[in-house]
Antibody, heavy 118, light 108 residues
Framework: QVQLVESGGGVVPPGGSLRLSCAASGFTFSNYGMHWVRQAPGKGLEWVAV???????AYADSVKGRFTISRDNPKNTLYLQLNSLRAEDTAVYFC????????????WGQGTLVSVSS | SYVLTQPPSVSVAPGQTARITCGGN??????VHWYQQKASQAPVLVVY???DRPSGIPERFSGSNSGNTATLTISRVEAGDEADYYC???????????FGGGTKLTVL
């Protein structure tokens, strides 16, 4: 069965960096686009970034230039490098699988919490 | 960028029908997807491509989309349906996923 397991969250001071990982299993990882979606405490879902199976990427305006999405297909792992972190980046970060062509997110991980605080 | 508008809350008695709307400019020309998120859990896809259901989702969940409004309909509402519901589309002009602000469904 499809499983997505995030890790790497924690407490980091403003301006700091963190790398999140998402370990995928139960499907052919290299065939799918993968997304990061975040949710600030008590708020709604916010899309962060996508990386397609061909390696192309797209980012939300709020994180462009600070966050980098990447993937390691042999390791079946998705990453999100978070740099220049701000208080407003505090959120649970979910990874999810994309279902082309309609681009819905059919499987989600349980999320990892990033807290930006001094 | 494209904006999706949902009512913040909807309340319904058990056994009744809940309708959650998602407004957007000519949303009827897009494919709309819906997610259910219970407290402290990850979102779960309940309707995709306007009206299709993933395996394991009860037939009580259905969707429609026309004009400027998409609707998620939950028939014979149960206490276990209490959750936040989000609509989502793909904005091909920006290559971005767009979520609505979410609707909290309360079962009275």
């Amino acid at each position: 069965q499809v499983q997505l397991v995030e890790s790497g969250g924690g407490v980091v001071p403003p301006g700091g960096s963190l790398r999140l990982s998402c370990a995928a299993s139960g499907f052919t990882f290299s065939n799918y686009g993968m997304h990061w979606v975040r949710q600030a405490p008590g708020k709604g879902l916010e899309w962060v970034a996508v990386i397609w199976n061909d390696g192309n990427k797209a980012y939300a305006d709020s994180v462009k230039g600070r966050f980098t999405i990447s993937r390691d297909n042999p390791k079946n792992t998705l990453y999100l490098q978070l740099n220049s972190l701000r208080a407003e980046d505090t959120a649970v970060y979910f990874c999810s699988r994309d279902r082309t062509v309609k681009h819905f997110l059919d499987y989600w991980g349980q999320g990892t919490l990033v807290s930006v605080s001094s | 960028s494209y904006v999706l508008t949902q009512p913040p809350s909807v309340s319904v008695a058990p056994g009744q029908t809940a309708r959650i709307t998602c407004g957007g400019n000519n949303i009827g020309t897009k494919s709309v997807h819906w997610y259910q998120q219970k407290a402290s859990q990850a979102p779960v896809l309940v309707v995709y491509d306007d009206s299709d259901r993933p395996s394991g989702i009860p037939e009580r969940f259905s969707g429609s989309n026309s004009g400027n409004t998409a609707t998620l309909t939950i028939s014979r509402v149960e206490a276990g349906d209490e959750a936040d519901y989000y609509c989502q589309v793909w904005d091909s002009s920006s290559d971005h996923v767009i979520f609505g602000g979410g609707t909290k469904l309360t079962v009275l």
